[in-house]
């Protein structure tokens, strides 16, 4: 994966409003591919783990996390999407994530 299209994912997924915080991981092994705002590389092994419970046959779900709720989202080329929000902000997941 291009760490130029990481940077720039991230920094645009910041910029919505009610975000606070975005992880990319690699869904097989658990690694931090980006983090930006609340996520943190730290986070990425424990989220990896409470997907494979969390996620539905679509490959979206979602889990709290600390003070957030984080709403997950299996992308392409194992990749797991996992997008902070305050957990009093429960709006559904945008269509561009």
Do not use: F, H
């Amino acid at each position: 994966m291009d760490s130029s299209a990481v940077t720039k994912w991230l920094d645009t997924v910041m910029e919505t409003s009610n975000i606070t915080g975005a992880l990319l991981i690699d869904s097989s092994s658990g690694l931090c591919l980006g983090a930006r705002g609340k996520a943190s590389e730290e986070d990425a092994a424990y989220i990896s783990v409470a997907a494979k419970s969390a996620l539905d046959k679509t490959g979206v779900g979602a889990l709290a996390y600390k003070d957030s709720k984080v709403l997950l989202k299996k992308g392409g080329q194992g990749v797991l999407i996992a997008i902070y929000k305050e957990k009093d902000t429960l709006e559904e997941m945008p269509d561009e994530l």
